[in-house]
């Protein structure tokens, strides 16, 4: 009976998680709806984040770059030709005198992002440890610099605004659950096995078979193109966009939820991504004053973010192994045994 | 051509970077050999440091230093304490990340005490007397760059010294070429460790006092993108030996300094794309570190 039953709660246990908070979402203010929609995308980019670092175990503070790629393609893109021509003047013609519609950018976003990857991981996948991360992490310079340069495929150091803000409830969820179920399909087909078998013991998986290098090429166009469609996710979901946004403190910020939620595990990834923006957002709104159980609560301004970080510094502290310690997600014992 | 444009101002300034991220280089060195812990927090021990100086800085000149290397020292072994030793033997991806989330607390606590009140930003006025140039070789350098050159060789020398001819280095170095078999035959890890990060946190002081002479305008960031161009120098020298990773962080920051001082601004636009395309090649090439040579070069460290 566990043989369908397990997949299905590791599978349906993150996608009613997600489903609950588009659901919740479509209730509140207008005002509130933007930490609920800032949650999902989360999910999204901490889940392609997870395809490659979970899956791997090799680390990499590059996924953002295919994030930025994403988020500029999709944006540039979708900008209504009538204010394009105004506003992004100096833009590769073909870029300038075309626009394409809501869905189309997300894939393209996704096809760059993965393109992107593949052309990076070719030699890059050869490094694994600091220089592997390092790399990774000059991946991200580099883009961050062009991004904010070249004119001709973008704002450069200026907002990119007027991008349509098609990311409500309704995108954020099914765009976050996509990214879940790829995640999903990919770590349970035979090339997702193969490389969790080279993130446990490179030499042995090498030794029956297994190319180390292929699997986790693989792994990171994948988690690229993830990566880009959550990317396109976040642009719509913000409406303008600036290259800081998409650089180090995302990086550090979603890599943290990763760890926080449990390296190793889908399930992780999501529950890492939705605590902490929760938190955050519950933090934020405190500089405000909140009540929780008829007391007010009223931080100092700016405080939000050092207790942020302390309650992160804290989980990673006593559990290292994240809330739900790496495991996917499974039934009460009592339960599976009927 | 190029060496034509180099004029010796550009040199020795060039050098005194490289100096001050050879010792940062050092203190992160270190901390990694004991623990196999890449400290990302290590620039928020010198932003304190600069915090320390700049609120003291109508104190006496000594009793303000001094106070400095009390206040970070004593904030690297706290660190040590609450955060690294939980964290022994962890995997590396979570060591680095708790990092992450201790320097971004560091940082957002700054930005709280950060108060300006008119008494910030004058940072040990006493020194400012560094910046004026004086005449080497008809050329002019700054002072500053010369006491940095100093300090840092002086500090290198005095380390290696310890390193070399000590128990307590010997007993580090040990630790740091095998913790388990180290531990074995007596040596005793709390002691080497505590060593390690005491040495880590003179080393953030030192370089606190030189970095608020030179950019007396402390903020919640100071030191941040140091700390990340040197960890990158670090790995790419080599980060399992000290030596490595020192030359690797004087490289790069005699590099950044030759580089900045070459091009005019209108041109460095995309030099960071340079600098980080030349580290994928170096890492590609040479993943062990530019510098490491031999037994350690060979095998991958997975």
Not at chain 1, 140 to 147: A, K, P, R, Y
Not at chain 2, 168 to 195: P, S
Not at chain 2, 279 to 290: E, F, M, Q, T
Request: positive net charge; aromatic residues 8%.
């Amino acid at each position: 009976m566990t043989r369908w039953l397990d997949p299905l709660v590791q599978l349906g246990g993150p996608v009613l998680l997600v489903v609950a908070v588009g659901l919740v979402s479509t209730t509140v203010s207008a005002a509130n709806e933007v930490y609920f929609l800032n949650a999902l995308v989360s999910v999204a980019i901490v889940v392609a984040i997870y395809v490659f670092v979970g899956n791997s175990g090799v680390l990499s503070f590059g996924q953002i770059a295919f994030v930025a790629v994403g988020a500029f393609a999709a944006g540039v893109m979708t900008v209504p030709l009538e204010s394009k021509k105004g506003v992004l003047t100096t833009l590769f013609p073909l870029l300038r005198d075309h626009s394409i519609g809501n869905v189309p950018s997300l894939l393209l976003a996704a096809g760059l992002g993965g393109l992107f990857a593949f052309v990076v991981g070719l030699p890059l996948m050869r490094l694994s440890g600091l220089a592997a991360g390092i790399a990774t992490f000059a991946v991200l310079e580099i883009t961050h610099n062009v991004l904010q340069q070249w004119t001709k495929i973008g704002p450069g150091a200026t907002t990119l605004s007027l991008v349509p803000e098609s990311t409500g409830p309704l995108q954020g969820t099914l765009g976050a659950i996509v990214v879940i179920a790829v995640a999903f399909g990919y770590q349970r087909s035979r090339l997702g096995r193969k490389l969790r078998a080279t993130r446990e013991d490179p030499q042995v998986a090498s030794g029956v078979g297994i190319g180390v290098h292929l699997q986790r090429l693989w792994a990171f166009t994948l988690s690229g193109a993830l990566a880009g469609f959550a990317g396109a996710l976040l642009v719509h979901q913000l409406g303008s966009i600036t290259t800081e946004q998409v650089y180090l403190e995302l990086t550090f910020l979603t890599l943290a939820m990763l760890v926080i939620g449990g390296l190793t595990s889908l399930w992780g990834a999501v529950v890492g991504a939705l605590a902490v923006s929760g938190l955050d957002s519950f933090l934020s709104q405190s500089e405000q004053g909140v009540h929780v159980l008829g007391f007010k609560l009223d931080l100092p301004s700016g405080a939000h973010l050092a207790v942020l970080a302390a309650i992160m510094a804290l989980v990673l502290i006593l559990r290292p192994s994240g809330i739900t310690g790496g495991r996917e997600l499974r039934l009460p014992r009592a339960w599976r045994r009927s | 051509m190029i060496l034509a444009a180099l004029d010796f101002q550009t040199f020795s300034d060039a050098i005194g970077l490289g100096a001050i991220y050879a010792l940062m280089a050092v203190g992160i060195g270190l901390v990694f050999g004991v623990l196999r812990l890449v400290n990302f927090a290590y620039g928020q021990l010198i932003m304190a440091g600069a915090y320390t100086l700049a609120y003291t800085s109508s104190w006496p000149t000594w009793a303000s230093i001094a106070t400095c290397f009390a206040v970070v020292v004593a904030l690297s072994l706290t660190m040590d304490l609450v955060v690294f030793r939980p964290l022994r033997g962890q995997s590396p991806a979570v060591m680095l990340v708790t990092t992450f989330a201790i320097a971004f607390l560091l940082q957002s606590i700054a930005l709280i005490v950060d108060i300006r009140d008119g008494t910030l930003g004058q940072v040990t006025a006493a020194l400012t007397f560094l910046n004026e140039p004086v005449k080497i070789f008809g050329g002019d350098v700054r002072k500053i760059t010369l006491v940095a050159i100093a300090i840092a060789v002086g500090a290198l020398l005095v380390l290696a010294l310890l390193l070399a001819k000590t128990t307590i280095g010997l007993h580090t170095r040990a630790a740091a070429q095998d913790f388990r078999t180290a531990r074995l035959l007596g040596v005793r890890a709390n002691r080497v460790i505590a060593f390690a990060v005491v040495l880590s946190g003179l080393l953030a002081a030192t370089v606190a006092l030189m970095m608020t002479v030179t950019l007396p305008l402390v903020t919640p960031d100071f030191a941040l993108r140091d700390t990340i161009v040197v960890l990158v120098g670090v790995v790419v020298g080599g980060i399992d030996r000290l030596w490595t990773a020192t030359l690797g962080g004087f490289t790069i920051g005699f590099a950044s300094g030759v580089i900045n001082g070459l091009l005019p601004t209108d041109k460095t636009v995309y030099l960071p794309s340079a600098v980080f395309t030349l580290v994928i090649i170096v890492l590609l090439l040479r993943p062990a570190g530019l510098f490491a040579w031999g037994r350690h070069a060979a095998g991958e460290r997975v």
